[in-house]
C-alpha cells in the first residue's frame, strides 16, 4: 500500500489554524534511523545528475539541501520562501503484515532477498511515477503545464512502524519511505517547483 505525505508548506489545523509541518523533523527522522540499525538510504530517479547526486547517499545534510530548493553547495535553485513552501513528498510503500512477519522470523539470507524484493518494487513504481505523474509549471502565471519524465527520490527501508508511548516496543512494519523533494529541471534547464499528480496515480503505482 502506498501513502503519501507532504512535507513543509502550510496545514489548517482542526481550530481553523494554519501552521508549518515539519521539513527539519522529517529530514533528521530520517538520517537517523540509519544511524539505529535501518539501511542507508539510497538516491534514485533519473534526475540525479541534474543535482550531482550521482553515487551520493541521501544524509542529513544532503536532504536539508534538497528540502530548502538548494544544490549541494548551498546555491538557491528554486524561487520562493524555504520556510512556507512544500520542501517534498513522502511516497511510502507499506508491505502487508504478512511479509512484514516473514522479515522479522527470516534469518540473514532470506531478509535480503526480501529486501532487494521491496526495493526492486519501489524502483519500479517510481520509474512509472516518473514517467506519468511529473510536471512542473512555466509561463505568465504557470499557465504552461510540462511533463518533466525525470525525478530525484531518497529512498529509505525501515523494518518497524514508530514506537508509541505505549507500546514497549515497536511493531514489526517493513516500509520504505521515498521522499521526493519539490524541484525538478526542466529540459529547458530551468529548475522549478513540482505540480505533480502522485495521488491521481496513488492506486496504479501502489499496485506495482
Request: hydrophobic share 30%; with cysteine; glycine share 8%.
Amino acid at each position: 500500500m502506498l501513502c503519501i505525505t507532504q512535507i513543509g508548506g502550510m496545514k489548517r489545523t482542526k481550530s481553523g489554524k494554519q501552521e508549518m509541518t515539519g521539513a527539519q523533523y522529517y529530514s533528521q527522522y530520517l538520517a537517523d534511523e540509519s544511524e539505529n540499525g535501518e539501511p542507508n538510504g539510497k538516491f534514485i530517479g533519473a534526475g540525479l545528475a541534474d543535482f550531482e547526486l550521482e553515487g551520493k547517499e541521501p544524509d542529513l545534510k544532503a536532504l536539508k539541501h534538497l528540502f530548502n530548493g538548494e544544490d549541494q553547495n548551498g546555491k538557491m535553485l528554486v524561487k520562493g520562501s524555504t520556510t512556507k513552501r512544500k520542501h517534498a513528498y513522502d511516497l511510502t510503500f507499506n508491505c502487508g503484515k504478512d511479509v512484514s512477519i516473514l522479515f522479522a522470523l527470516a534469518d540473514e539470507d532470506e531478509r535480503r532477498l526480501i529486501q532487494q524484493a521491496q526495493q526492486h518494487a519501489v524502483e519500479k513504481s517510481i520509474e512509472y511515477v516518473q514517467n506519468n505523474a511529473t510536471y512542473s509549471r512555466a509561463g505568465k502565471g504557470g499557465k504552461e503545464r510540462i511533463q518533466v519524465k525525470k525525478l530525484v527520490a531518497a529512498t529509505f527501508e525501515h523494518s518497524t512502524a514508530r514506537q508509541a508511548k505505549n507500546e514497549t516496543r515497536p511493531s514489526v512494519h517493513l516500509h520504505t519511505h521515498c521522499v521526493i523533494p519539490n524541484m525538478v529541471k526542466c529540459d529547458d534547464g530551468v529548475v522549478r517547483t513540482l505540480q505533480c499528480d502522485f495521488y491521481r496515480h496513488q492506486m496504479t503505482a501502489s499496485a506495482i
